[in-house]
């Protein structure tokens, strides 16, 4: 069964240092690939989106993901963390031709001023 | 706008009060689905709906059912809520395309406490 898996439940990083969030899924077949982001007392929305194509894939917010087949990875990454970049974090993976979407535990993001 | 619409937000019942938790959704989608949020367990797909009249279970369908009359609606029914079933819901919406579902939107949430 596909299974998705975000290394860290808590990130932590300075105001303007880089952001790297990990996601790695397990299946043969990749999978369409997903990060949302959630803020406080809201639901998810999308950040990014990998279907085929392009390994490196631009989001909203200055936020970009890698598309790894051979790692099976799809990590976040976003240069220069700003404190509004605080929330929490969703990998998805959702099996081609089917309509399952398999979300990851989430990562925590933390900025210090 | 553009949205997906849950009700209630919040909501306390007690252990076998059935309940019902509405989503509505204004995109015309084909899609729909209900998640619940745990801590430290992501979120859960309970069931979900590719259109009128047809729906499948997700991972964690125990003690849940939905129904699919109208495409915009999508109601997560609970016959008999267990305090196991205390949760944030989601439910969300896309367009499938060839390149699967587009982008996901979700509704606000409903945290549930069953007591």
């Known amino acids: 069964a596909q299974s998705v898996t975000q290394l860290g439940s808590h990130v932590s990083v300075s105001e303007g240092a880089l952001v790297l969030l990990r996601c790695n899924y397990s299946?043969?077949?990749?999978?369409?690939l997903f990060w949302y982001v959630q803020y406080p007392n809201q639901g998810l929305q999308l950040l990014l989106k990998?279907?085929?194509?392009?390994?490196l894939v631009k989001g909203i917010n200055g936020f970009e993901a890698e598309f790894k087949k051979s790692e099976t990875s799809f990590h976040l990454t976003k240069p220069s963390a700003h404190m509004s970049d605080a929330a929490e974090y969703f990998c998805?993976?959702?099996?081609?031709?089917?309509?399952?979407?398999?979300f990851g535990a989430g990562t925590r993001l933390f900025v210090k001023a | 706008e553009a949205q997906v619409t849950q009700n209630p937000r919040y909501l306390i019942t007690v252990t076998g009060k059935k309940l019902t938790v509405t989503c509505s959704q204004n995109?015309?989608?084909?899609?729909m689905s209900w998640y619940r949020q745990d801590p430290g367990l992501g979120l859960r797909q309970i069931y979900y709906?590719?259109?009128?009249?047809?729906?499948d279970k997700g991972d964690v369908p125990e003690g849940y059912k939905v129904s699919r009359k109208e495409k915009r609606n999508f109601p997560l029914i609970l016959e008999s809520p267990s305090p196991n079933q205390t949760s944030l819901y989601f439910c969300?919406?896309?367009?499938?395309?060839?390149?699967?579902?587009?982008?996901?939107?979700f509704g606000q949430g409903t945290r549930l406490t069953v007591v």
């Open positions: 969300a919406s896309s367009f499938p395309s060839l390149q699967g579902n587009t982008e996901a939107f």
């Open positions: 998805a993976a959702e099996d081609t031709g089917g309509f399952k979407t398999i």
């Open positions: 299946s043969s077949v990749p999978p369409y």
């Open positions: 709906s590719m259109n009128v009249e047809v729906t």
């Open positions: 990998y279907t085929t194509g392009a390994t």
């Open positions: 995109m015309n989608h084909e899609y």
